[in-house]
């Protein structure tokens, strides 16, 4: 009978205790709902509640999986997340895949004469870019996925004139007397084979009527995203909407000392950013655009804001005045600041100090970013979602060549890019959601 009473007495117990934790979970679950767009932490609070001699651990709250991917996302999103990761993982995926097939044996029959190639072709430091550029790659499917991701806008503000126009039959026999072959020299003599022509987009049916273009874009941002999308490739649409103009984005040398990758980089037009690499791409007619913050500026791509790096960047004009009959075109991109978070640092800090060090002694810095994951949306190194507005402004044709420009000429050119660059940002923040930003350039 003491068994029997002692089991009742415990049965009752449990069933109370029932009770209350569920009063409890439906409080705790209609807290939950109410706070389901949360984005704090998500670890549970821990309660402990004391009955009797029972010890109750309770989450007041249900770990959520809002940060995550859901398995309903659509294709489509599924299709561009890749891409983005392709584009932003290639160097590295390029880099293990060069290793990889260099050290098996196997493989050596192909290796040996792409090494001979790699370090005897020299196409991205000077000029020969411009027979590298394929159309085909760049139209790729996988570029569309990519600008739809932020997705990338394209937006043309005035008509620039083609570099390139349709020529009549006369012309094209001119043109095929220009042409200019790869040749093989039977070293020690001085004697050169023909192997095949050099061939460039507009090598058949066109001419050279129109200047070629300096694009300088702004700004920088932690990878310049925007820039890879617009004039890299043909995701939205750059030879439809800027016909007759082919243009190469010009970055790192460091980048083309990587196997393939290099090959890679060529076949959508990216090329070295030196200066005698850049002067040979304008001198084979064909257009460029440059990063012009480059790395320090990233280290100030804060999220909601427009700092620039410009003042002392007057590079990039004294190449056009170097190469004569050229415009100089800003490009401003709203939101290439918002595709990451940043860790922003003090100019006295050790952080600051070592990043600027490390672009001083390697040619780029690292800043400390974050923004999503392959599937979940907080943290991770794939960029948010964030729209990149890619405004291109007027032209601004420098006619003067000189080979060594003065600097009050290099200085009245800077002051009416910026000027241009001004206009374009305060005519389209509001817009694009930047009307609290000022336009600032910081150094």
């Known amino acids: 009978m003491v068994v029997v009473h002692t089991a009742i007495q415990m049965f009752g117990n449990a069933f109370h205790l029932r009770n209350r934790i569920h009063k409890r979970s439906s409080s705790s679950d209609r807290l939950d709902q109410d706070e389901s767009s949360d984005d704090g932490d998500n670890a549970p609070n821990i309660v402990e509640q004391k009955t009797k001699d029972i010890k109750l651990v309770k989450p007041l709250k249900r770990p959520r999986l809002s940060n995550c991917c859901s398995p309903t996302t659509p294709m489509a999103n599924r299709l561009q997340t890749m891409a983005v990761a392709w584009h932003i993982s290639s160097f590295v995926l390029f880099s293990i895949f060069s290793l990889l097939i ?34 085909w790659v760049r139209s790729l499917k996988i570029w569309k996925y990519y600008c739809d991701y932020f997705p990338i806008e394209l937006v043309k503000t005035v008509d620039l004139e083609p570099t390139f126009t349709p020529c009549n039959e006369e012309e094209e026999k001119e043109n095929k007397k220009l042409q200019e072959y790869y040749t093989l020299r039977l070293w020690p003599s001085d004697y050169e084979i023909r192997l095949f022509k050099k061939n460039t987009v507009y090598s058949h049916g066109y001419k050279r009527t129109g200047p070629k273009y300096i694009f300088g874009y702004h700004p920088h941002g932690i990878g310049a995203l925007g820039s890879f999308g617009a004039f890299a490739t043909e995701g939205r649409g750059w030879s439809n909407k800027f016909p007759g103009i082919p243009v190469s984005l010009l970055t790192l040398v460091t980048q083309f000392h990587i196997p393939f990758y290099r090959d890679y980089l060529l076949s959508v037009g990216i090329s070295s950013v030196s200066r005698k690499n850049a002067l040979k791409v304008l001198d084979n007619n064909q257009s460029i655009c440059i990063v012009v913050g480059g790395a320090r500026e990233s280290l100030i791509s804060i999220p909601g804001t427009s700092g620039l790096i410009l003042n002392k960047r007057k590079g990039f004009i004294k190449l056009a005045i170097q190469a004569g009959n050229v ?117």
């Open 102 to 135: 260099i050290s098996n044996p196997f493989t050596w029959i192909v290796v040996i004469p792409y090494l001979i190639y790699f370090f005897n072709d020299r196409s991205p430091a000077n000029g020969d870019v411009v027979y590298r550029y394929s159309p």
């Open 327 to 443: 415009s100089l075109v800003p490009v401003y991109t709203f939101g290439e600041n918002d595709c990451y978070n940043i860790l922003a640092t003090d100019e006295t800090s050790i952080i600051r100090k070592l990043q600027l060090w490390v672009k001083e002694n390697f040619g780029f810095t690292i800043p400390i970013f974050y923004a999503r994951g392959l599937f979940n949306y907080d943290f991770g190194l794939l960029p948010f979602r964030a729209p990149l507005h890619v405004v291109v402004g007027r032209p601004i044709h420098v006619k003067e060549q000189q080979e060594n420009p003065e600097q009050s000429l290099v200085d009245h050119y800077h002051e009416l890019y910026v000027e241009e660059l001004k206009r374009i940002y305060l005519e389209n923040r509001d817009r694009y959601g930047y009307g609290a930003a000022d336009f600032e350039i910081l150094g």
